[in-house]
């Protein structure tokens, strides 16, 4: 089965790399990093946005008496470690063509971002890994993903969930009648209030016309399959 997509940009939470009791599952960080790969050999172009919630959150800011805007960088500092984390975990794993760019900068270990670079990367078949959300607190790293998939001109934002399969009209943990929607309009996702990312991305991911595809990243090669049109999704269009 042929591709569905020539250039995506994944959005994958910080969550998604925890273990147990770390902030890092080495095997998931290896996991996640062959799909990849494979898809990169494939001929996929792959910008990835990752979260840093299994480090810190800037909500966290409260409990420690923080101000907010630092406890909001300390956020994006987490999601340029996890960046290193999968560039390095893509090393280990034999494949070079990977390239980290940061919003905030850090030039020791990244390029600073700059779109026309990010593009020609792509073209020339890197993993191209977008760090540091958008630079600016108060923001998400959704918000961060939806605006590089703008910038990248991705074919699709693919947003990966752990362990739901898409967008139910209610929360299927709590609601046992949740009915699943395979298609909804970026107006439905604002109005009915739907978890698929936070308002200020999905305003964004509307104005621009965003193709967003939900799908849940758990499971053997999911991610290689939600690409073929081999698992059940939601596409937000
Ligand atoms: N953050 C920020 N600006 C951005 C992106 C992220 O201030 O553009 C901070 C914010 O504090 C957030 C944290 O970084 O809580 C981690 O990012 P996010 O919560 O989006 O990660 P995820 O929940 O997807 O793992």
């Known amino acids: 089965m042929e591709l569905k997509y020539k250039r995506i940009l994944l959005k994958m939470s910080g969550e998604a790399f ?18 990849v790969i494979a898809l990169a050999k494939e001929g996929l172009q792959i910008g990835i946005v990752i979260g840093g919630g299994n480090i810190w959150r800037g909500k966290l800011a409260d409990t420690l008496e923080l101000d907010r805007v630092d406890a909001d960088y300390m956020g994006m500092l987490a999601t340029i470690m996890n960046a290193l984390a999968f560039e390095a975990t893509i090393h280990k794993l034999g494949y070079d063509k990977v390239v980290v760019y940061s919003a905030l900068e850090i030039k020791t270990v990244t390029s600073a971002y700059n779109y026309r670079f990010a593009r020609e990367k792509l073209d020339a078949g890197y993993i191209t890994i977008f760090a540091g959300g958008t ?12 605006i590089r998939a703008i910038e990248i001109q991705a074919d ?24 699943f929607l395979a298609e909804i309009s970026h107006l439905e996702v604002l109005q009915r209030d739907l978890k698929v990312m936070d308002g200020t991305a999905a305003a964004l991911a509307r104005d621009a016309a965003v193709t967003i595809e939900v799908f849940d990243m758990n499971g053997d090669d999911n991610l290689i399959k939600v690409l073929h049109n081999e698992l059940e999704s939601t596409i937000i269009k």
């Open 18 to 35: 925890k273990a147990n009791n770390d902030i890092y599952d080495k095997s998931k960080l290896a996991n996640f990093a062959s799909q």
């Open 135 to 146: 630079g600016f607190s108060y923001f998400t790293t959704d918000t961060g993903a939806t």
């Open 156 to 179: 699709a934002l693919l947003m990966a969930k752990n362990g739901t399969k898409g967008v139910y009209d209610s929360d299927p943990n709590t609601n046992k009648d949740a009915k």
